[in-house]
């Protein structure tokens, strides 16, 4: 059976008002009877017992005389003058060798049998029987005990007293149980009523998740001020959870109809979430995705490299990009660069990994033709590529002077990554080449012949246009040469040791100088003589190189004039804080987010690969081990704060 706590618990709240003030009712009639009860047993009988001590005395010293003078009839008229005080039934007046001298009896006045000695009396002085009080006390004449007088004393009974009593705290509950109705009727009406109904708004808010709802506002007392922030709260939740939903459709939108494949998996590598694009690359009669591991979708080989990703990802806790290559539909492997990144909750630990993967397949395979047709077409134009071959050899002798002088340690292996981006538009100079001299014998023959008008305007139109593809090739070829960015570091090459920071930040610039010169852009460096570090000098010089470029491109678009400056500060003993600062035009707020992203630019076409920023992060954080922050406001400038450890 449910026990009377939780059967309380579970009433009404109208039930439970009554039966407290019900309870309260019964509480308090129970003290005060019980008060009224220890009056009568504490206070009132001593006070008695002293009255009639009081009262015994002053008789006493009236029957003293008639005592001691052995005048019994004057004792006696004496003591019938106590029949006007009802409460005393008895009094027995005995001499000094305690007999009996004279009474008085109320019942029975000729009886003096009823007065024998009251021995109980002789120790304790007085005794109360039932509703009588008895007391013995001495009389004295001069001080010498004649005699000894003996009082009995009516009492009201118990009964009577407890009926009075009764009485009174009979109008006491009735008027306090009044009091509990009136004061329940009137909760129910102000308290109990309007919490049901908020109640109710709550509890069908619940079920239907219908945050529309409100609950009625009857008054402004506290009941009603919790109606109103109950309703505020709703009001508030609605919005959010339409906001929520809005967020939640366009996620969904974004990422089912990205061509790009998204995924999100937990720690244990079971996906959570996949689109649409993820859905097509599965090989036939693969499982259902969500829920499943790699190992369950994709072959053995393919599950083990993409698992090693994921822990790589996971124990660095920082974003990642790769190339991964996984079995195509239609058969035949296809190759993705796979961007996967930790996600993080609130407090801080990682839950999840995400990624997003591109297909670059069509890519890389133009890109192997081309390189293929580049090379056949590199052994037909001899004298363009001994040109390109002195270009290539006067890059050498610059790199080797960058080297020797450790301006730019890092940059090692910039002719060979050089010659690889030249191969595109080295072919296809080569190719427009080769196509003008077949057409130049096709023309010289056609001369010999007779030439016709319009043949020899689409010869010139021919020579036209291939000298225009080979004149932007070229130049693009010398921008390459020019502003190419080191895309990948390799650790192997870079040689860890001790440098002074202001020494080796003069040497880049001294490097740079012939870019920023013709630029109208001043760069210049106010880092204090002392900060030695300990890391590698190449990569980070490639950082502020990347920086700097990044400010001439970007930075004072529209402005003839700018100032770009390095400073630097050790905030402790084991780290240094790396400042590049322009006051150009600033980052819009809407590309902060994507600065670092690689392929992101806001020049595409017009000279911007995408790659500066995305090099900076990975080195600073792969390599130099620190990190990276950016400030930056429209008008104002922005500004790169490189945090790095003084000794990696």
């Not at 808010?205 to 109103?228: I, K, M, N």
């Not at 053995?300 to 993409?306: F, G, L, Q, R, Y």
Request: proline letters at 4%; one cysteine or more; charged letters at 20%.
């Amino acid at each position: 059976m449910k026990s009377f706590q939780g059967f309380f618990r579970d009433l009404g709240l109208q039930r439970k008002l009554l039966l407290v003030s019900v309870f309260t009712t019964i509480a308090a009639m129970l003290v005060a009877l019980l008060a009224l009860a220890s009056y009568d047993l504490l206070v009132a009988r001593p006070r008695l017992v002293q009255d009639l001590a009081g009262r015994s005395a002053l008789l006493a010293l009236n029957l003293n005389g008639d005592l001691n003078s052995g005048e019994r009839s004057s004792a006696t008229r004496k003591l019938e003058a106590l029949r006007s005080s009802p409460e005393i039934s008895r009094v027995c007046l005995f001499t000094a060798d305690r007999r009996l001298f004279t009474f008085f009896n109320r019942s029975n006045a000729g009886d003096g049998k009823a007065c024998g000695w009251p021995q109980h009396l002789e120790r304790t002085g007085h005794r109360f029987d039932g509703s009588a009080l008895s007391m013995l006390s001495p009389v004295r004449f001069e001080r010498a005990v004649v005699g000894f007088l003996a009082i009995e004393y009516h009492l009201p009974s118990t009964v009577e007293r407890l009926r009075q009593y009764g009485l009174v705290l009979g109008v006491v509950f009735l008027t306090l149980f009044a009091g509990g109705l009136l004061y329940a009727v009137g909760s129910r009406r102000l308290v109990t009523q309007p919490l049901l109904a908020l109640s109710a708004v709550a509890d069908q808010v619940t079920r239907e998740q219908r945050y529309d709802l409100r609950s009625p506002v009857t008054s402004e007392d506290e009941v009603g001020r919790l109606a109103a922030a109950f309703n505020a709260m709703l009001a508030t939740v609605a919005a959010r959870d339409a906001a929520l939903r809005r967020s939640q459709v366009l996620l969904n939108n974004i990422v089912e109809k990205s061509s790009a494949v998204i995924y999100v998996k937990d720690l244990d590598g079971r996906y959570l979430m996949v689109n649409h694009s993820f859905r097509m690359i599965l090989p036939p009669g693969a499982p259902e995705p969500l829920g499943n591991t790699d190992e369950a979708l994709f072959s053995p080989e393919v599950a083990h490299m993409m698992r090693q990703s994921d822990q790589a990802v996971l124990a660095s806790g920082r974003a990642s990009s790769h190339e991964e290559t996984a079995p195509g539909t239609s058969g035949g492997a296809r190759t993705y660069i796979s961007e996967k990144f930790p996600l993080i909750d609130e407090f801080g630990q990682i839950w999840a990994l995400g990624g997003v993967s591109t297909d670059i397949t069509d890519r890389k395979r133009s890109e192997l033709e081309l390189e293929e047709l580049v090379n056949v077409r590199t052994r037909q134009i001899a004298e363009t590529n001994r040109e390109l071959a002195e270009s290539l050899g006067s890059l050498q002798r610059a790199q080797d002077e960058l080297v020797r002088s450790e301006k730019l340690a890092a940059l090692g292996s910039l002719v060979a990554g050089v010659a690889h981006e030249l191969n595109t538009p080295i072919g296809n100079s080569l190719l427009a080449v080769s196509t003008l001299l077949d057409q130049s014998s096709a023309f010289a023959a056609a001369v010999e012949r007779g030439v016709k008008r319009s043949a020899l305007h689409t010869y010139i139109a021919d020579v036209n246009n291939g000298s225009q593809i080979v004149l932007r090739n070229l130049h693009r070829a010398v921008d390459l040469v020019a502003s190419f960015k080191q895309v990948a570091v390799d650790r192997a090459t870079s040689q860890c040791r001790e440098f002074p920071l202001d020494e080796l930040v003069s040497e880049i610039l001294l490097v740079l100088m012939p870019t920023f010169k013709k630029s109208g852009i001043r760069v210049s460096h106010s880092i204090p003589h002392g900060i030695v570090m300990s890391s590698y000098p190449g990569p980070f010089g490639q950082v502020l190189i990347n920086l700097v470029n990044n400010g001439l491109i970007h930075a004072f678009e529209g402005q003839e004039q700018g100032e770009i400056v390095i400073t630097a500060h050790a905030p402790d003993a084991t780290s240094v804080a790396i400042t590049v600062r322009d006051n150009g035009v600033g980052i819009a707020p809407e590309n902060m987010g994507k600065i670092y992203d690689p392929f992101f630019t806001t020049k595409l076409g017009r000279g911007g690969s995408g790659l500066g920023l995305n090099i900076v992060y990975n080195i600073v954080y792969g390599v130099l081990g620190g990190r990276i922050d950016v400030k930056s406001a429209l008008g104002e400038g922005t500004s790169f704060i490189l945090t790095l450890p003084v000794r990696v």
